[in-house]
DNA sequence: TAATAAAGTTAGTGTAGACTAACTATAGCA
DNA sequence: TGCTATAGTTAGTCTACACTAACTTTATTA
């Protein structure tokens, strides 16, 4: 399967965050949600289908497939881990990390993101088991990030 | 000033870059470090002269403008900032923290960049001197990011 | 059930940014 | 001084991804 381009990608994490919380996604909701216009929408769609990602039967529904499924989850699993990062790590406010994690989830590898999530788990956990955890690491022999 | 696009990003941070190691970037340097072809090298600086970041006489110099300096050494800053973030923070090796510093450092604001900075500067600090300006940073009312 | 609003589609346009092929200019050297 | 390699340019093509205008389908409701 060929890599999905960053606008690919918006349209597909789109489609699945709204299917999340309305069953199955409208077209003319993720025209709204972002902010581009219903044609637009319609080829994201085709191309989306043409790579097995998701079903559309004209003037019906969008219905994502497992594969879309799972690469949506993927996704939007960056988007949220990248957020959290901005907001929990670095301290800044919801709409910037929000606006940042939107452009940043298509630039990083899988192992930076890894990374990031696993230095995000290390700085939010309380001082002693922080402690304990890179003690046990240090232990281990495994590098404590 | 409008934003320039990543790919203008790109061109404008190689001759940068090219022209602090050889005095004046040449295009087909430009081409071989991008690796774009020489027509593309011809259009994107033919895009950023146009916009007052360098100046392009024909089949001659490409000398980068005051603005073009300032811009060039801006998104330069950004990619060294990263690459060793992803490197002293985060563990990844140099080939990969490149890769990574290419692409993230288009998609990211200034103030995520600024706060990802300074956290690499504490982290990286020896544990006194890190518990230390925590403790001051506590004392006078600032976060401690 | 007919009118209307909302959703979706089609066709056509524009821009950015890459490419190849073919040309022109410049520089280095015999 | 002229030949040749390298650098730079021009013209034309292609793809991705936006858009508007105008149309069709579906859903709502008076």
Chains 1, 2 share one sequence.
Do not use: Q
């Not at 999905?4 to 003319?28: I, M, W």
């Not at 025209?31 to 079903?55: D, I």
């Not at 959290?84 to 301290?91: E, M, P, Q, S």
Request: include cysteine.
């Amino acid at each position: 399967m060929k890599r999905l381009s960053p606008s690919l990608e918006d349209y597909l994490e789109a489609a699945y965050t709204l299917g999340l919380k309305d069953g199955f996604p409208r077209a003319c909701a993720i025209s709204r949600r972002l902010k581009v216009s219903k044609p637009s929408v319609n080829s994201a769609v085709k191309a989306l289908a043409a790579r097995g990602l998701l079903e559309h039967e004209k003037y019906g529904y969008i219905r994502l497939s497992p594969a879309g499924l799972r690469a949506g989850a993927e996704i939007s699993g960056r988007h949220l881990l990248l957020k959290d990062f901005f907001i929990a790590v670095l301290g800044m406010d919801g709409a910037e990390a929000e606006r940042d994690a939107c452009r940043a989830e298509h630039a990083l590898s899988s192992g930076a993101l890894r990374r990031l999530g696993e230095l995000a788990v290390f700085l939010k956990a309380p001082p002693r088991r922080r402690l304990l955890r890179a003690a046990r690491a240090a232990m281990s022999g495994k590098k404590a990030v």
